[in-house]
């Protein structure tokens, strides 16, 4: 990867340089069967598209903060990748209450309408698929992403030193990294878990905190590599992991 990287933007453009083609997230649900294989340049697509929407259809502007309801899933990687785009605050279970935005799964809409900005409900069904009708208050994701542009260019260049996540810390609270700091994070948890280009890391781990993210995304991002990420993996037994493990040619499990 490249060593001028500084913020999550960057290590995705490095790694659309390096190989669009190759896996980036593959993405299980154990509840639903869905599975789901995004390679960088759809994973960039979606990014570019979700960064569209938020710069555009929400008005949002660097520095502000979008609450994420949502959970370790595919589109909360895209979000995370887009907030990094604009230069806004991805804040993973924040308070939307105090949020400028706010984007929340089928299972957080009420909360979510705590915040006064911009609301979109993501359905998180197979696929991406819309809601039905749009929850009350809310704009759905599904219906406002498909028209947006497949090329992201934001109006104020992303300082690196300026908060780019919010996530939970083993306290209990909540710890703000900056791009720079959360690219040296990943580099050394990547590091630490001797992942490499190519690797494939499966991680089963709730986006609650800084592990956990990291496993599930920035980690193999920042290494050139690629992660199986699995929600509701406690619903498979030790001998169907295993074959995932096998077919999946996980290298490494989180």
Do not use: I
Not at 111 to 134: H, K, Q, V, W, Y
Not at 210 to 230: I, T
């Amino acid at each position: 990867m490249n060593a001028s990287d500084r913020t999550p933007a960057d290590l995705l453009r490095s790694a659309l340089a390096a190989d669009p083609a190759r896996p980036l997230v593959t993405y299980y649900d154990d509840a639903t069967g869905e599975r789901v294989e995004l390679s960088v340049a759809t994973f960039a697509n979606w990014v570019a598209k979700t960064a569209n929407l938020l710069q555009d259809g929400l008005s949002a502007e660097p520095g502000e903060r979008v609450a994420l309801l949502l959970p370790a899933h595919w589109q909360t990687a895209v979000w995370l990748l887009a907030c990094a785009s604009v230069g806004v605050v991805a804040d993973l279970d924040g308070d939307p209450a105090s949020a400028d935005h706010v984007v929340a799964g089928p299972d957080r809409l009420d909360e979510g309408l705590a915040c006064a900005g911009g609301r979109l409900a993501l359905s998180l069904a197979p696929l991406g698929r819309r809601f039905p009708a749009p929850p009350a208050g809310y704009d759905d994701y599904a219906v406002e992403v498909p028209s947006q542009g497949d090329r992201f260019a934001p109006y104020a260049p992303v300082d690196p030193d300026a908060p780019a996540l919010a996530v939970r810390d083993a306290a209990g609270g909540h710890t703000e990294l900056t791009g720079a700091d959360l690219v040296a994070r990943a580099r050394r948890d990547a590091a630490r878990r001797g992942l490499a280009p190519g690797s494939r890391l499966l991680s089963g781990l709730p986006w609650q905190d800084w592990d956990g993210v990291s496993a599930g995304l920035y980690a193999p991002l920042a290494a050139g590599g690629s992660v199986v990420l699995c929600r509701h993996l406690d619903r498979l037994s030790p001998e169907e992991l295993d074959r995932r493990t096998a077919t999946e040619r996980v290298t490494d499990r989180a």
